[in-house]
C-alpha cells in the first residue's frame, strides 16, 4: 500500500459512497483511513423525490443521514458545489409534503430533466404511483441503473425493463405477485442471480398467491391458518412463523406474520 500514489487513493475514494467508504476507514494503513475518513466527514449523500398526488407534483431532496431534518429544495442543491454531493437514492413517491412547493407536470419535467445528470450512480430506485397516462413522460428518470429496485404496482413492465436492461440490479422488492403473473421474468432473475422480496398483509388471498410459487415443495402442514384478512381460524395457531426450501439454484423463504408485513423471499444462486 505503501507504493500506491496518494492521489490514486483519493480518486479510488472519491467514487465510494459513505456506506462504502466504512472499510477502508478501517484499514491500519494512516494514508488510505485517513484519506478515507476525510471523504466521509465530507460526504452528503442525497435522495432526489418525485412526489405525484392526483395532478400535483413535488420535487425535493432528502439528506439520507438526516432524514429527520426534512426536505431541502432542488433549486439550492443544484447551487451548491457539488464536489462530495452525490444522489443514491430515486423516489417516485404519492404523499405530499406540507413543506415544498407545489407544481405542475410540465414543471416536474422541467426539474426532472436538471436533476437528470446527477443520477448516474443510484443505489437505489423506488416506484410508488403509476408511470403510466401522463407520467409517462418520466421514463427516462426511471429508466436507469441501481443495485436496488422498489417497485409497488402490478404492470410488470418496469421490472422486465430493469430485468433486461439493468446490469447492476442484485435485489427487487415489490408487492407480492404469484408465480404465474411474473412467470416469464423469472428466467431472467435467475440470469441475474438477484434476490427478489414480495411483502404483504397475511390473508387468504394473499396466502393462495404464496402457494403458487411451493412448487414441489412439502409446505402444507406449516402454512399459518387463516379465514378472512386477519383472522386465525385456531386461537392457538402461531402468530408468526418462517419456512425455507434451498437447493443448488435457488433459496425460496416465507416469512409470516399476523401484526406485522409479511414475506416472501427467492434468491437466485
Not at 458545489?81 to 404523499?95: A, C, N, P, S, Y
Request: glycine share 4%; hydrophobic share 35%.
Amino acid at each position: 500500500m505503501d507504493d500506491v500514489p496518494l492521489l490514486f487513493v483519493n480518486a479510488v475514494l472519491h467514487c465510494l459512497n459513505s456506506e462504502s467508504l466504512s472499510t477502508p476507514r478501517l484499514l491500519a494503513h494512516r494514508t488510505w483511513s485517513g484519506v478515507a475518513e476525510e471523504h466521509h466527514r465530507k460526504r452528503k449523500d442525497y435522495a432526489f423525490w418525485l412526489t405525484n398526488s392526483v395532478n400535483i407534483y413535488q420535487i425535493t431532496m432528502q439528506h439520507l443521514s438526516s432524514r429527520s431534518e426534512g426536505y431541502t429544495d432542488p433549486e439550492q442543491w443544484l447551487r451548491n458545489d457539488k464536489t462530495h454531493l452525490r444522489v443514491r437514492e430515486l423516489w417516485f413517491g404519492v404523499i405530499l409534503s406540507r413543506n415544498a412547493p407545489e407544481i405542475t407536470l410540465e414543471e416536474a419535467l422541467q426539474w426532472s430533466l436538471r436533476m437528470a445528470p446527477y443520477l448516474t450512480d443510484l443505489d437505489e430506485i423506488v416506484i410508488i404511483f403509476h408511470l403510466g397516462g401522463a407520467n409517462k413522460s418520466f421514463d427516462f428518470l426511471w429508466k436507469r441503473p441501481c443495485h436496488k429496485l422498489g417497485y409497488y404496482n402490478k404492470d410488470v413492465s418496469v421490472l422486465r425493463w430493469h430485468l433486461e436492461n439493468n446490469d447492476r440490479l442484485e435485489r427487487i422488492d415489490t408487492n407480492l405477485f404469484s408465480c404465474d403473473e411474473v412467470l416469464d421474468l423469472l428466467p431472467l432473475c435467475a440470469e441475474k442471480r438477484l434476490t427478489w422480496k414480495m411483502e404483504f398483509g397475511l390473508c387468504t388471498y394473499n396466502l393462495n398467491s404464496v402457494k403458487t410459487w411451493q412448487g414441489d415443495v412439502q409446505w402444507d402442514g406449516i402454512y399459518p391458518l387463516v379465514t378472512n384478512k386477519n383472522t386465525y381460524v385456531e386461537p392457538d395457531q402461531p402468530e408468526k412463523g418462517t419456512a425455507f426450501c434451498e437447493d443448488e439454484h435457488i433459496r425460496k423463504e416465507f416469512l409470516w406474520s399476523s401484526r406485522n408485513e409479511s414475506s416472501f423471499t427467492i434468491t437466485w444462486k
